[in-house]
């Protein structure tokens, strides 16, 4: 039986169109199961959506902190309810294994629910003028009207950790999914649809970059793009926002190195190593795709880390036994088997993986690869692959690990195994990621904290947490004459 096809909601409802554009949405670990079909948005519909967000705004803006938070506790609510519903259909329509869609959608809902209670904790601050008989308040107000561009590889999570605070802080948002992900994100509309919230407030548009997205951030009444993805991307809608000078929040790749010291815990040490990288298909903008060793371990973490890679299962993102799912569609399974061919050609060594699986029902399944023998200026060193393809580079010491993992123009995660307190105080305090982890995977971070990079990682204020306001609110000074 086909799946009903459904559409966008825009000014406070699931429209209904004649349209025959439609996106079939399928489950990469059995492309012949269609998960959904969805009416495709244009230009047109895209500028009523953000128009409604326009008219909406200024009610919303003023609308009362409870009002406010009342909305995004029901929203987190149900989705911690609904929690093994919406994780087997992310695991259906992304690929990622149930256990781990199971803790994207809690993240998901916890957010929301941390920005209900943020909601109530206004701030402002009041100062003594240097001026007689002169009062001054400083407050913040909404930015105004958000389009929000978010990724496939986290397609709750992500929308969540913008869509919340957006609202929270007094903002309309027009929220544009990525295609390979529409079903997670029509849920979460679904839900948001029920929440109470004014019609224009929160509007959602499946459909392409170069009708919506570009709509979005060409829009003279749109006020700021918060957006994770690609840095091609990212370049390209900094250009094109500069141009009506509006506020952006980037999110682009990431390059991230791990280092392994000698006097780590091989066990530790592999372990971390496992998860970052492959966890998750690697397909994390934290992932660790490079892994850098200090040569007094490198041959038995090596060893290690290759017999626990062959022994993860790769298969059906629904099966409870499985370790690591399908990638997320064809291209990026050939653009995973490009890499490793390109890595082979370069000289490195091959370990293990990095092989398409066949199965009957064509799903992307791709064995975890691990190089070895690896030089700074291979492309599967540099180069963000997203995908399950891990690069072991081998080193003298802690200072020769530091330097290499300093030498990419990348900058959102690090990480560092060690049992030494200095090399992990120098590391964190000298790293130029923005986010840094001892003994612990570079991918895997808190709801209530800021989220971001340097570099060409990230561009403009910090996502999440009580920083988030930084992006969603403009700053105002006001002075009084006593």
Same mark, same amino acid.
């Given at each position: 039986m086909n799946p009903v096809i459904k559409s966008s909601y825009v000014d406070g409802t699931f429209v209904s169109t004649s349209s025959t554009d439609l996106l079939e949405n399928h489950n990469p670990s059995n492309p012949q199961d269609i998960v959904d079909r969805f009416v495709r948005a244009d230009q047109a519909l895209t500028e009523q959506a953000i128009s409604a967000a326009r008219r909406a705004q200024q009610g919303w803006a003023r609308s009362n902190p409870q009002q406010r938070a009342d909305a995004l506790d029901f929203i987190g609510s149900e989705i911690l309810a609904r929690r093994e519903e919406l994780a087997v259909l992310l695991a259906r329509e992304e690929g990622k294994i149930v256990r781990e869609a199971r803790g994207e959608v809690e993240r998901a809902g916890r957010s929301f629910k941390f920005y209900a209670q943020e909601a109530l904790r206004a701030e402002g601050e009041k100062y003594q003028s240097v001026r007689q008989d002169v009062g001054i308040d400083v407050f913040t107000q909404p930015l105004g009207v958000i389009g929000i561009i978010a990724p496939w590889n986290f397609p709750i999570a992500i929308p969540a950790w913008k869509i919340a605070p957006a609202l929270c802080f007094g903002n309309c948002v027009v929220f544009k999914p990525a295609e390979l992900v529409p079903s997670s994100a029509w849920a979460l509309a679904e839900i948001i649809s029920r929440a109470g919230l004014p019609p224009g407030v929160f509007n959602m548009l499946i459909g392409p970059g170069r009708s919506v997205g570009d709509t979005l951030i060409r829009s003279p009444l749109i006020d700021g793009i918060s957006f994770t993805g690609s840095e091609n991307t990212g370049r390209q809608i900094a250009r094109l926002a500069a141009e009506s000078m509006k506020k952006v929040q980037l999110e682009m790749g990431g390059k991230n190195p791990l280092i392994v010291l000698d006097d780590a815990d091989l066990e530790q040490a592999v372990d971390v190593a496992l998860n970052g990288s492959f966890y998750s298909t690697g397909q994390r903008c934290t992932a660790s795709s490079r892994v850098i060793v200090t040569e007094g371990i490198h041959n038995a973490f090596v060893e290690r880390l290759a017999e626990r890679t062959r022994a993860l299962k790769v298969g059906d993102a629904l099966q409870a036994s499985t370790d690591i799912g399908p990638v997320v569609d064809s291209r990026q399974l050939e653009q995973n088997l490009a890499y490793v061919a390109s890595g082979m050609e370069q000289g490195a060594n091959l370990v293990c993986g990095g092989e398409r699986i066949e199965n009957d029902a064509g799903a992307y399944f791709f064995t975890p690869a691990l190089f070895t023998e690896v030089n700074p200026d291979m492309?599967?060193?540099?180069?963000?692959?997203?995908?399950? $393809?891990?690069? $072991?580079?081998?080193?003298?010491?802690?200072?020769?690990?530091?330097?290499?993992?300093?030498?990419?123009?990348?900058?959102?995660?690090?990480?560092?195994?060690?049992?030494?307190?200095?090399?992990?105080?120098?590391?964190?305090?000298?790293?130029?990621?923005?986010?840094?982890? $001892?003994?612990?995977?570079?991918?895997?971070?808190?709801?209530? $904290?800021?989220?971001?990079?340097?570099?060409?990682?990230?561009?403009?204020?910090?996502? /999440?947490?009580?920083?988030?306001? /930084?992006?969603?609110t403009r700053t105002k000074t006001t002075y009084q004459l006593a």
């Open positions: 492309r599967i060193y540099r180069e963000e692959i997203f995908g399950p $393809v891990l690069s $072991v580079l081998k080193v003298r010491d802690y200072e020769e690990a530091f330097a290499a993992a300093e030498d990419t123009s990348f900058g959102l995660s690090s990480g560092i195994v060690t049992s030494s307190l200095k090399a992990a105080e120098h590391f964190k305090r000298n790293s130029s990621a923005g986010m840094v982890m $001892v003994n612990l995977p570079t991918a895997g971070v808190d709801y209530h $904290v800021p989220f971001g990079g340097n570099g060409a990682s990230s561009l403009g204020s910090r996502e /999440q947490g009580t920083h988030a306001r /930084q992006f969603f």
